[in-house]
């Protein structure tokens, strides 16, 4: 038996990024870029209003007030997105709006709201300074700088600022195909005919979930029976994905048989138990070069120990840095002991309080209580060498999901 460290890092210790693919930059969306962007123009790509207004030479507005306003004669209509015919020359301006070019000689804009439009002049009732409401060429991005490096995740604002850039196209990670096989001449599948002594393969599905949840593709392989043939089968059929995932056959019992198969020719075991609750019966190994993880067969085993070790896989598979769900130190609401010796994972429901959090348990910690998985936003972590922690004690809880980035009411 290994610990949870020991058996992480054998597993990312096999597991390589996956090579690069070219994706429009709106699928490129959550994706792991693989290359520099360096900005091949200027943004904005001319020097532009900021205001509707108009473009003048600021030492021709100097003294201007409300009281004494200073009149210009204007030459030119400029609507963003016109190109400027004018060129303004002592006591001229042009009426300007935002976005639109700033036309040559001028060198400030006065925003309309100081502005008293007359005939064919304009009153301006505000001293304007020298750039004023002008926005410059290269303000926000300079040609040769580097906006977005390799290895960053693409969000919205990289998104836009990719087609600012004029990129539709961009080289990111590719997203890994995950086989999910269960096995259990005791499952059947969502839609059959159920027997009373039938359980559907949630974990088909749970699993699947979890695998697009990642951001990678789940190539659902449905149910292998308890027989060394259709294991064979099954796993054959999985061979194309870039990681295997299966759940159950992985104990002690009679028709244990995924070790056995992974033991085959070409096939490898590489480790087998690790000390851990929910989770203990965790085989890894590959089968003809592609990884296999054997997960534990019940509902909530199986989706604790993908969360410890094949969403970081999967996570460096795409080019992730950061493969690790954040944990937060949390004040205990209930008392909880277990055994010493191995690492716990008790599901739990974690609230934000004042400056820390709170968290209690879900209720009945069985590996197959399901329900208390679907309460759970989080896992409190016990370690090894711990036997209790107290009402009021602190532990740490690795977060499950982004529920505690949400609240009912707007922060401000
Ligand atoms: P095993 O590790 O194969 O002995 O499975 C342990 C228990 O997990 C079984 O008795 C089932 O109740 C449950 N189980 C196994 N596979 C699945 C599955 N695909 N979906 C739901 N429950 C499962
Ligand atoms: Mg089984």
């Not at 200073?70 to 042009?94: C, L, N």
């Not at 400056?355 to 209690?360: I, P, R």
């Not at 309460?375 to 036997?387: F, K, M, Q, T, W």
């Not at 107290?390 to 740490?396: L, M, R």
Request: aromatic fraction near 4%; hydrophobic fraction near 40%; charged fraction near 25%.
């Amino acid at each position: 038996m290994i610990s949870v460290e020991e058996a992480l890092k054998s597993i990312l210790g096999s597991i390589s990024p996956l090579g690069l693919e070219k994706v429009n930059i709106l699928d490129a969306l959550g994706r792991v870029i693989g290359e520099d962007i360096h900005a091949g123009r200027s943004i904005p790509p001319k020097d532009n209003s900021a205001m509707d207004g108009y473009a003048l030479r600021a030492e021709d507005s100097r003294g201007a007030s409300p009281e004494r306003p200073v009149r210009f004669e204007v030459i030119e209509d400029i609507p963003a997105g016109a190109v400027p015919q004018k060129r303004i020359g002592p006591g001229q301006a042009s009426r300007i709006m935002t976005g639109a070019p700033i036309p040559e000689g001028a060198d400030a804009v006065v925003r309309m709201e100081d502005t008293r439009k007359e005939e064919n002049t304009v009153a301006v009732l505000a001293e304007a300074k020298t750039g004023q409401d002008i926005r410059r060429a290269g303000e926000d991005v300079r040609p040769g700088e580097k906006v977005i490096s390799q290895g960053e995740i693409i969000r919205p604002a990289e998104v836009g600022m990719l087609a600012s850039l004029g990129r539709s196209f961009i080289l990111v990670h590719q997203r890994p195909l995950i086989a999910v096989v269960a096995t259990g001449d005791e499952l059947t599948d969502i839609d059959e005919p159920l027997s009373p002594w039938k359980i559907v393969s949630s974990n088909s599905y749970s699993l699947a979930a979890l695998v697009r949840d990642c951001g990678a593709i789940p190539l659902q392989i449905g149910i292998a029976r308890d027989q060394r043939e259709d294991l064979v089968a099954k796993f054959g059929a999985a061979m194309r994905a870039d990681l295997i995932v299966s759940s159950g056959g992985v104990s002690v019992g009679d028709y244990d048989l995924v070790k056995e198969v992974m033991k085959e020719a070409g096939n490898r075991v590489q480790f087998w138990q690790v000390a851990m609750k929910p989770g203990r019966p965790l085989a890894f190994g590959s089968l003809g070069g592609v990884p296999v993880v054997g997960l534990p067969g019940n509902p909530v085993s199986s989706m604790v120990s993908f969360e410890q070790f094949v969403r970081p896989a999967i996570l460096k598979m795409m080019g992730h840095a950061n493969l690790f769900r954040r944990t937060v130190r949390a004040r205990l609401a209930e008392g909880i002991k277990k055994k010493k010796g191995t690492r716990h994972f008790i599901r739990a429901q974690v609230r934000s309080e004042g400056d820390g959090y709170t968290v209690a348990t879900t209720g009945d910690q069985g590996s197959g209580i399901l329900k208390s998985m679907v309460r759970a936003n989080g896992l409190i972590i016990l370690p090894e060498d711990v036997a209790a922690v107290g009402a009021g004690g602190t532990v740490t809880v690795q977060l499950l999901d982004d529920s505690l980035s949400w609240t009912r009411e707007p922060g401000y």
